[in-house]
């Protein structure tokens, strides 16, 4: 049975009398709606890659859409009144008279955007579930919603003319909305609050959107979403490349090479060497010299910096799945496939090690090392969006695909980090990537001395808390 003939009758008249109203509704927004699009839309390009297609749900009369910076842009739309008058807005997107509930298109989507009509439709689970149809594993659906903290002002507007009408609607919450995608198979990733003053204001707003309402989010006219399609179970064996920068690390070569095992479709160790005093160069040439059965390269830093040896071995890699292993073993290289587990079926796309959860050994972190990594870890959720509970764990694992296209967004942060921890956690955050942690036993180093320096890589952590902060939070 078609979707159409099973739907309710409750389904159908309230889209009819949704199409009914925006076919009588004026198609030329006011100057509040035209500065309130103008701030969404700087949201959404800070959310949707330049090179990406997009199809927006609900598109009106197209005043989102023609402001959205994309390589395609699709937008349907029930009344066939503002589809009219979208096309004459925006000619370098296409529009069709659709509904949502009921979508039919032969084409699939990097972003799909949902702004400000998800209170409109007449059953959003149905919305939610018939959009898989034009997803891919990747698509993100981008949404906004209103905070019901404003529903009285907008009675108010109505009232003085700055908001045009609405035709009858729900007014769903947070809990609603995240409910319902999980219900429709979709994984919410992060939930922002935006826009404290949501119209042009002689250059006000944009001062007090940037600066403040990441503060009082409790404030905020809208809340922006971010989800991703729950992948089927069935994962297909990947390859593995497994970067390990060393430096004064000597003891530890053979034993990294001896208990990785072995995961996936193979795997092969790519050990960076970094201007060590020890021998831990001659001891690396040694093992790839007397394994020839295993996959190793080998290679040395020119430049400085774990950050630049791990651009160096992820550049010269050749596996499905990319993973970082610290060459001091303090994180056991046996956990390692549960790092494989969760990128190869789908229930993260970028897994972080979290040495905060099992008791450590003893001597494995001092006490000041364990609160400034906790307290990291609570700045960097708020940062991030999402729960990351220790950023400075070594381990972290993504796939190739999506490390090329964080190498490929680089400039949007700059070369910053010379850890290169935080290049990763961040572009995976600017791309919408599903991070997870994953609790790790942690181990004291049975070889050398630690290569951090506590006050001083303290201080660049703070500097590297505020240029998260610019670039994902105050923005």
């Known amino acids: 049975m078609e979707p159409e003939s099973a739907a309710s009758s409750q389904t159908q008249q309230h889209l009819a009398q949704v199409r009914e109203f925006y076919n009588s509704a004026p198609t030329d927004p006011n100057w509040a709606t035209r500065g309130y699009r103008e701030l969404l839309a700087h949201y959404y390009n800070l959310l949707i890659p330049s090179n990406a297609s997009v199809l927006e749900i609900g598109c009106g009369c197209g005043e989102l859409l023609a402001r959205i910076r994309a390589r395609r842009k699709v937008g349907i739309d029930l009344s066939e009144t503002q589809i009219a008058a979208a096309r004459v807005?925006?000619?370098?997107?296409?529009?069709l008279v659709q509904v949502g509930e009921f979508?039919?298109?032969d084409e699939r989507f990097d972003c799909?955007?949902?702004?400000?009509?998800?209170?409109?439709?007449?059953?959003v689970q149905l919305l939610f579930e018939r959009l898989h149809r034009v997803s891919h594993p990747a698509t993100r659906l981008l949404l906004n919603f209103h905070s019901a903290l404003w529903r009285p002002v907008f009675t108010l507007a109505r009232w003085i003319g700055i908001k045009s009408p609405e035709p009858q609607s729900s007014w769903l919450a947070t809990s609603d909305v995240r409910n319902l995608l999980e219900l429709a198979n979709w994984s919410p990733l992060t939930f922002q609050a935006r826009l404290v003053i949501p119209f042009s204001c002689g250059g006000l707003e944009r001062l007090v959107n940037r600066w403040l309402a990441p503060v009082v989010n409790w404030l905020c006219l809208t809340v922006?979403?971010?989800?991703r399609p729950i992948p089927p179970r069935k994962p297909r064996p990947l390859t593995v490349s497994i970067v390990i920068p060393a430096r004064n690390e000597a003891g530890n070569i053979e034993a990294a090479?001896?208990?990785t095992p072995q995961m996936g479709a193979g795997i092969e160790l790519i050990f960076v060497?970094?201007?060590?005093?020890?021998?831990?160069?001659?001891?690396?040439?040694?093992?790839?010299?007397?394994n020839p059965s295993l996959k190793i390269k080998i290679m040395q830093q020119t430049g400085r910096g774990k950050g630049d040896a791990v651009r160096l071995g992820f550049k010269a890699a050749t596996g499905d799945v990319l993973m970082i292993l610290d060459a001091d073993l303090t994180m056991p290289p046996e956990e390692l496939p549960k790092f494989y587990e969760i990128i190869a079926s789908g229930r993260a796309e970028f897994a972080n090690g979290c040495r905060l959860v099992y008791p450590m050994d003893e001597k494995a972190m001092q006490f000041l090392?364990?609160?400034?990594?906790?307290?990291?870890?609570l700045i960097f959720t708020w940062l991030l969006g999402q729960p990351?509970?220790?950023?400075?764990?070594?381990?972290?694992?993504?796939?190739?695909?999506?490390?090329?296209?964080?190498?490929?967004?680089?400039?949007?942060?700059?070369?910053?980090?010379p850890f290169g921890d935080f290049d990763l956690l961040f572009g995976a955050a600017k791309l919408n990537l599903k991070i997870a942690d994953v609790p790790i036993r942690y181990r004291e180093r049975t070889y050398g001395t630690t290569n951090i320096q506590r006050w001083k890589h303290g201080w660049l952590l703070l500097r590297m808390v505020m240029f998260a902060a610019r670039k994902l939070k105050f923005i």
Not at 112 to 123: C, F, Q, W
Not at 224 to 227: E, L, P, R, T
Not at 394 to 402: I, N, Y
């Open 103 to 105: 979508l039919d298109l």
């Open 112 to 123: 799909i955007v949902i702004s400000d009509t998800l209170n409109l439709a007449a059953d």
């Open 388 to 417: 990351v509970k220790d950023t400075l764990c070594g381990t972290k694992v993504l796939s190739r695909a999506h490390y090329l296209q964080i190498a490929e967004n680089r400039s949007y942060f700059g070369d910053f980090d």
């Open 89 to 95: 807005r925006a000619p370098d997107a296409e529009f």
């Open 224 to 227: 922006f979403c971010v989800a």
């Open 369 to 377: 090392n364990l609160c400034a990594n906790k307290t990291f870890g």
């Open 273 to 290: 060497e970094g201007h060590s005093r020890d021998n831990t160069w001659a001891e690396i040439q040694r093992i790839e010299r007397e």
């Open 257 to 259: 090479v001896r208990r």
